[in-house]
């Protein structure tokens, strides 16, 4: 399984980056994905989710109504659309899935820095 994040980088306050998790190694049609991102000396925090399908989300309070996050099965892909962007967005972004093969694996991205300046 790999999950390889791209588009961070620096943006300043109010504009917009789009992150990418392209997906392989399962079948990436039959599983949810996320994104959490994680500031030094504090605990990954969950950003957003969605289902299999990608007919349902979820969103952390701090990014609702400014982050979108979306799915091409065809593509194995899972994006992270941020819009309106703000310093404290600044962060460590990694894209997770859970897998279970007969146990349960946790699957992490190595993560990709987004720099919001102000």
């Known amino acids: 399984v790999q999950l390889v994040e791209s588009g961070g980088g620096l943006v300043q306050s109010g504009g917009s980056l789009r992150l990418s998790c392209a997906a392989s190694g399962f079948t990436f049609s039959a599983y949810p994905m996320n994104w959490y991102r994680q500031v030094p000396g504090k605990e990954r925090e969950l950003v957003a989710g969605i289902s299999s399908a990608g007919g349902s989300t979820d969103y952390a309070d701090s990014v609702k109504g400014r982050f979108t996050i979306s799915r091409d099965n065809t593509k194995n892909t899972v994006y992270l659309q941020m819009n309106s962007l703000k310093p404290e967005d600044t962060a460590v972004y990694y894209c997770?899935?859970?897998?279970?093969?007969?146990?349960?694996?946790?699957?992490w991205g190595q993560g990709i820095q987004v720099t919001v300046s102000s």
């Open positions: 997770y899935t859970r897998i279970q093969w007969g146990r349960v694996k946790d699957y």
